[in-house]
């Protein structure tokens, strides 16, 4: 637990990384604004009374176990409950919305929450939203805050999301044409600073204005543009490699790099939120220049068509491959093992 030398009247807890290190120094430099950083729930059995706002980060840079995040939830609502809590703000994901064809681009706050079947980190931030719903409903003159970020990158500790789905299009999974957005860490600390300072109520996105498309995307990072894949047989590859341990990722992850779910500011943006970096400004200052991205684009160009000549049969391989393996083990499944054969030739 990391404490101010004079009273707190604002509690953050969770994430013990760069983000809460931001959002507890701009509440710090905030006129007669003090802050309190506890990095987990169990490390205290109550808030202080001076805490009037508690900042519920809840970032998943290791995800832990569904029992241990909502018995920590719990124990954090009823703190709230019984201290002297009167505005709670809570960072939750735009994953919330869900990943999926029919969604209109951009999604607004009132847009119905889907998070899709099997995405736990989603369907966990859904369950925060509603517990503190709860909690504000039976707290007559208490307010609350959600704020609903798009892919956070700039921070180690909280871009993993964004890692995960740019490991998707790279192992041929999802749509790399799909539009993504990308927030800086430093805004979401300012916009979580910003619905402190003001006591913002209700629902709000946090994203940089407009999107990108995934040509834009691989041309600021430097991915090489992958051949193309057919999506059934690429979801097919990336289940089994999952399965096994050999990286690429999670299945559950896979509508998230395929379907649209970037969001709108502008309620945000009315309040007075100004981020300090737009979407393209976010990648080049989040993620190293790569040798790919040192070509020029005739050399990029030239490159994948290249790849693409001659992985041109990798996936027809790939699939004849699958195929005889499932064979042989049906076979091998099928043939009598060692005793079996003893019986038939002496049953006694």
């Known amino acids: 637990m990391t404490t101010t030398p004079h009273q707190p009247t604002v509690a953050v807890v969770g994430a013990g990384g760069g983000l809460a290190r931001r959002v507890v120094s701009l509440l710090e430099s905030s006129p007669g604004g003090g802050a309190l950083h ?46 002297a809590v009167e505005h709670v703000v809570v960072v939750s994901s735009a994953a919330v919305y869900g990943a999926w064809a029919d969604n209109p681009v951009p999604l607004c706050e009132d847009a119905v929450l889907r998070p899709n079947p099997g995405g736990d980190y989603a369907l966990a931030k859904a369950e925060n939203e509603r517990r ?20 956070v990158v700039g921070d180690d500790d909280e871009q993993w999301l964004a890692v995960a789905l740019r490991a998707a299009t790279r192992w041929g999974t999802g749509d790399p044409r799909a539009p993504t957005q990308f927030v800086h860490a430093d805004d979401l600390a300012s916009a979580v600073a910003l619905a402190v300072e003001q006591t913002l109520e209700g629902v709000y996105n946090v994203a940089p204005e407009g999107w990108l498309a995934g040509a834009e995307v691989q041309e600021l990072t430097g991915t090489p543009l992958r051949p193309p894949i057919p999506p059934a047989l690429a979801a097919i590859l ?8 050999l990286g690429g990722v999670a299945p559950e992850w896979i509508p998230y790099a395929t379907h649209s779910w970037v969001v709108a500011s502008d309620r945000l943006r009315a309040e007075g939120w100004t981020p300090d970096y737009n979407g393209a400004e976010t990648l080049v200052a989040s993620y190293p ?23 041109g049969l990798g996936p027809p391989a790939g699939a004849l491959a699958l195929v005889c393996l499932r064979r042989r083990r049906r076979r091998a499944d099928r043939r009598p093992g060692p005793a079996s054969l003893l019986e038939a030739v002496d049953p006694h």
Request: net charge positive.
């Open 38 to 83: 506890v990095d987990d729930v169990d490390q205290i059995d109550g808030l202080p009374a001076g805490v009037r706002t508690l900042v519920h980060l809840d970032r998943w840079p290791c995800p832990t176990a569904e029992g241990d995040r909502q018995a920590r939830l719990r124990r954090l609502v009823a703190m709230a409950t019984d201290g």
């Open 132 to 151: 503190w719903a709860a909690w504000v409903r039976d707290r007559p003159g208490a307010t609350l805050a959600v704020l609903r970020p798009a892919l």
């Open 238 to 245: 990336a289940r089994w490699c999952w399965s096994r341990g």
């Open 289 to 311: 220049m790569t040798p790919w991205a040192r070509l020029g684009p005739k050399a990029r160009r030239t490159a994948t068509l290249a790849v693409g000549a001659v992985v």
